[in-house]
């Protein structure tokens, strides 16, 4: 504790000192039959400012100790043993009531995780239960694929696919707040990372006729291949939603020094600047519908919190009306260490 704070602690003791001190000069100043020489005076004062001064250093030294005595019981979990450590009865007095708070938060951890844990495994089941009746239901319309319409084949097919999407986005968003016990660095293709994340999207370049282009080489870069891979199809479905009948997705890899890029560029009516800086943020949608289809404000959140974790940059770009484009950055000195929870 810095001295300022110790006497604003301490004012009232030194706010009756400083009236004694005045009381007592007011006594001598205006009883003229008092019977003190002023020399004596002179060093009564003194003697009373020396002892003033002993009194605030050594009054200071053993409040700052009790101040940091106490932080050290907090820092050490407020334990009852330590209790003992206590001189003085009102440290003691505080020490308990933390003791007790402490005391009862562990258990309020105790149950919020043990609620937790059984709404996880709850979700969990679920999330491999459905998985099932969504495989069932896209197996059946693939077998009457020649019986049914192409448009209606087309609606189908697209809402499953939703389905899948959102399911997977759950899985992915319960799993990240565990990503660092569950990721393996390694050296992967941006190729091949291209081509797995393009899995699943090929009917949906179909139906909207969108021609896609690749540009650049193949370049290994240091990542986990399953997250990373899963960012990059957030990029890409976000892609294929906004981008028009018959138009056009760019993929481009490209170096520059330690660091590596696969930027995917769609043509479209791209992004308000001013909402550039607000995409990425949870639950965010744009101020207005870029191809009226429906969207959560998730997929890109998600995928910058996992850019985040894992090293990588996530950056966007676009000019209203044209195009917008989606730069993942990977980092070569930074991805190995800079796993982080959040």
């Known amino acids: 504790m810095n001295f300022i704070k110790y006497l604003k602690e301490r004012w009232i003791t030194y706010g009756f000192i400083t009236i004694a001190f005045v009381f007592s000069a007011a006594i001598y100043k205006l009883d003229?039959?008092?019977n003190i020489t002023a020399s004596n005076a002179n060093y009564i004062l003194a003697g009373w400012l020396l002892m003033f001064a002993s009194f605030i250093m050594i009054d200071y030294s053993v409040f700052n100790y009790r101040v940091e005595n106490f932080k050290k019981y907090c820092r050490l979990n407020a334990s009852s043993e330590d209790m003992e450590d206590f001189n003085y009865p009102l440290d003691k007095e505080y020490a308990e009531l933390i003791y007790n708070i402490a005391t009862q938060y562990e258990k309020y951890k105790l149950d919020i995780h043990k609620k937790s844990s059984e709404e996880l495994e709850f979700i969990t089941k679920w999330l491999h239960d459905?998985?099932?009746?969504i495989s069932a239901a896209r197996l059946i319309l693939e077998n009457h694929e020649n019986d049914i319409s192409g448009d209606?084949?087309?609606?189908?097919?697209?809402?499953?696919?939703?389905?899948?999407?959102s399911v997977q986005r759950i899985f992915y968003e319960m799993k990240s707040n565990s990503l660092h016990d569950d990721y393996k660095i390694a050296k992967i293709n941006t190729q091949r990372l291209i081509a797995q994340a393009l899995k699943g999207y090929s009917n949906f370049f179909s139906y909207k006729k969108i021609n896609i282009f690749f540009v650049g080489e193949n370049y290994d870069v240091l990542t986990d291949e399953k997250w990373s891979g899963y960012v990059l199809s957030q990029i890409i479905s976000n892609a294929v939603k906004h981008t028009p009948?018959?138009?056009?997705?760019t993929i481009t890899t490209e170096k520059r020094g330690n660091e590596v890029a696969i930027s995917i560029k769609n043509t479209g009516q791209g992004i308000l600047q001013k909402d550039i800086g607000q995409i990425f943020r949870k639950g965010y949608?744009?101020?207005?519908?870029?191809?009226?289809?429906k969207a959560t404000g998730y997929g890109l959140y998600l995928s910058k919190k996992l850019s985040n974790m894992l090293g990588h940059k996530l950056t966007v770009e676009s000019e209203y009306g044209k195009y917008a484009t989606f730069h993942l950055t990977f980092i070569e000195k930074?991805?190995?260490?800079?796993v982080t929870k959040m």
């Open 245 to 249: 009948i018959e138009g056009k997705i």
């Open 152 to 165: 209606f084949y087309e609606g189908m097919d697209k809402e499953l696919f939703a389905i899948e999407e």
């Open 130 to 133: 459905v998985k099932v009746p």
């Open 285 to 293: 949608t744009s101020s207005e519908e870029r191809s009226g289809m």
């Open 334 to 338: 930074e991805t190995l260490y800079h």
């Open 32 to 34: 003229t039959s008092f």
